[in-house]
């Protein structure tokens, strides 16, 4: 939930954003063609002939922001946020279609059930990021174990960051990188709070995205046990978790299609070149340990290559390693295939093994890329 893409993910994991409660259920409506301005902490207005809502949603803290809201575009006119970039966002002002904490938009075609028969759920974004500040620009997506549309959701919570300002990360840890989806590559994160919690970060960061595939990224948490089946979407957002800063960010334009095309997802869970890896410790011992990390292909092709990930927390330092080129710096980790392994049919799976100093890791979550 939380410098630019290219500025690598660091710093202490954040809290989940949770898109504040609104304390009045109905928003105001704009007259066609005319600008309003919400400062009030849940201010919301509807815009669209109703088919989206506008909502300014400070929630993390007690500081200014006001946004002007014209259509489906909206800037942050001021705001006085100074949140620490290792907890909770401020505020997501944002847009979104469907039902948020009771709040529903007219005409949406949501909820719809997350199935074999999901229909197209495609969204268009643009938006102008300011140089400073810390704060992301990035996609909240509802998804409730029925078709209710009241109170608060109970299924899971899904994040798309396009992009990022400051030292900032989503909450959880980071459990695959590489992910291709909608024609981009991801990082994936995941964690547990009173409902089940995905973000995706997109690698090379971006101010906008044309038909951006949501069902795409809905098979991809369904196989990631994120989102089961039976569950529901029932809310796409769109704006800016906001820690620092926060002035000058803008929505350009912003749409949602639901069941507008039923051709299959280009994306679909398991498509390409996909893996999983895990690390066990074999040994442990005073002042050392062995440890074999066990490469899967989970992809619908063979794999021609692969590295995997991981972060010590304890100090530990590789001293040597076999059936992998395992290199160390600082308390990160990465293992490359040799050239004899790197090659893991459909379903198959290959290990590499290394030598440590220090107290036996665990099981770290390691991130698996494939090749």
């Not at 899904?158 to 840890?173: C, E, F, N, R």
């Not at 971006?206 to 948490?221: E, N, W």
């Not at 996909?274 to 074999?292: H, I, M, P």
């Not at 990160?332 to 100093?357: C, I, L």
Request: glycine fraction near 12%.
């Amino acid at each position: 939930m939380r410098s630019r893409m290219k500025a690598r993910l660091r710093g202490c994991a954040v809290l989940a954003a949770l898109p504040a409660i609104p304390l009045a259920l109905f928003a105001l409506v704009a007259p066609a063609g005319a600008a309003t301005q919400l400062c009030g902490a849940t201010d919301t207005v509807s815009v669209g002939g109703g088919e989206y809502i506008a909502q300014n949603n400070i929630w993390g803290a007690d500081t200014p922001q006001c946004i002007t809201v014209d259509g489906t575009s909206f800037t942050v006119d001021s705001a006085g946020h100074d949140n620490s970039t290792s907890g909770a966002p401020a505020a997501y002002p944002s847009l979104f279609k469907g039902c948020h904490w009771g709040q529903c938009t007219t005409g949406s075609g949501l909820p719809v059930q997350v199935d074999g028969d999901m229909p197209s759920v495609t969204t268009d974004w643009s938006t102008t990021l300011p140089g400073s500040g810390s704060y992301n620009a990035a996609y909240d997506l509802w998804y409730n174990t029925t078709p209710a549309t009241t109170g608060a959701p109970d299924g899971a919570e899904m994040m798309i960051w396009l992009d990022y300002s400051g030292p900032v990360q989503p909450a959880g840890t980071r459990v695959a990188t590489g992910v291709q989806i909608s024609g981009a590559t991801w990082d994936v994160w995941t964690t547990q709070m009173d409902w089940r919690y995905i973000a995706y970060v997109r690698t090379a960061g971006t101010a906008s995205v044309d038909d951006l595939d949501l069902r795409a990224f809905t098979r991809d948490a369904v196989a990631r046990d994120a989102v089961e089946e039976d569950w529901y979407l029932i809310d796409v957002e769109a704006g800016f978790e906001i820690w620092q800063g926060g002035q000058g960010l803008r929505t350009n334009a912003f749409s949602v299609d639901v069941g507008g095309t039923t051709n299959p997802p280009t994306d679909p869970p398991g498509e390409g070149r996909q893996c999983s890896a895990t690390l066990r410790t074999d040994n442990s011992w005073n002042s050392g340990f062995t440890a074999t990390v066990t490469v899967t292909n989970t992809g619908d092709e063979p794999l021609s290559g692969w590295t995997a990930d991981w972060t010590f927390t304890g100090g530990q330092r590789i001293l040597n390693g076999w059936n992998a080129t395992v290199t160390q710096s600082g308390a990160d980790v990465r293992a490359v295939n040799a050239n004899y392994n790197g090659a893991v049919p459909e379903g198959g799976s290959t290990s590499f093994g290394f030598q440590g100093s220090g107290p036996a890791p665990g099981t770290p979550a390691v991130a698996c890329t494939a090749g």
